[in-house]
């Protein structure tokens, strides 16, 4: 199985960042976690990014805050798709991230996740590995089966609590 790479801008984003570790170890998914930036380390950004194909990555993550530039800069350099999580900063809440990582230009796509999304950020990552392994995809479909069934739960919690009113 080809394996997943999270890259972080800085060591600050982890707190967001490791809840998409956690749900990668949950579906059983190989990952390399880095921390790189396309301002502060630009050429190993570019490397890291050009040479990930052959060192058997099948999904970029990339997360950053502020002027996030990461995610682009790492989808210029390679096929591979790169999934950008915007991460919040404490001056705009995130819609500076949100903006530069989804606003890309033509033909250098970023798949952007909500402001923190880094648990959908994972599970769009397995999703798109999911594609040439059924195993995955069998764990895909538990795991939506869980969430309909937990939801269920809560609905017929809801309507007792509402008979009681
Ligand atoms: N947006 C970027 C990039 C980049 O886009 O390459 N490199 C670091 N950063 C972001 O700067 C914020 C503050 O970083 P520090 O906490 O290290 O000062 C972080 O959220 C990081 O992702």
């Not at 060591?11 to 998914?29: T, Y």
């Not at 380390?41 to 996030?68: C, E, L």
């Not at 995610?71 to 390679?78: D, E, N, P, Q, S």
Request: aromatic residues 4%; proline residues 4%; contains cysteine.
């Amino acid at each position: 199985m080809k394996k997943v790479a999270i890259i972080m801008g800085s060591d600050s984003d982890f707190p967001v960042v490791s809840k998409a570790v956690s749900k990668l170890k949950e579906f059983g998914v190989e990952y390399e976690v880095h921390v790189m930036s396309a301002h502060r380390t630009p050429d190993a950004a570019i490397k890291f990014s050009a040479d990930a194909k052959k060192n058997g990555f099948g999904v970029i993550i990339a997360a950053a805050g502020m002027a996030a530039h990461l995610a682009g800069v790492l989808a210029a350099k390679t096929t591979l798709p790169v999934i950008g999580i915007p991460c919040k900063s404490a001056q705009l809440d995130g819609m500076d991230a949100l903006l530069a990582t989804v606003m890309m230009p033509t033909g250098i796509p970023v798949a952007t996740v909500a402001v923190d999304g880094a648990a959908n950020a994972a599970i769009l990552a397995v999703e798109m590995l999911a594609l040439s392994d059924d195993s995955l995809a069998e764990k895909l479909e538990n795991m939506k089966a869980d969430m309909e069934k937990g939801v269920a739960e809560k609905d017929k919690a809801m309507q007792a609590k509402v008979a009681e009113l």
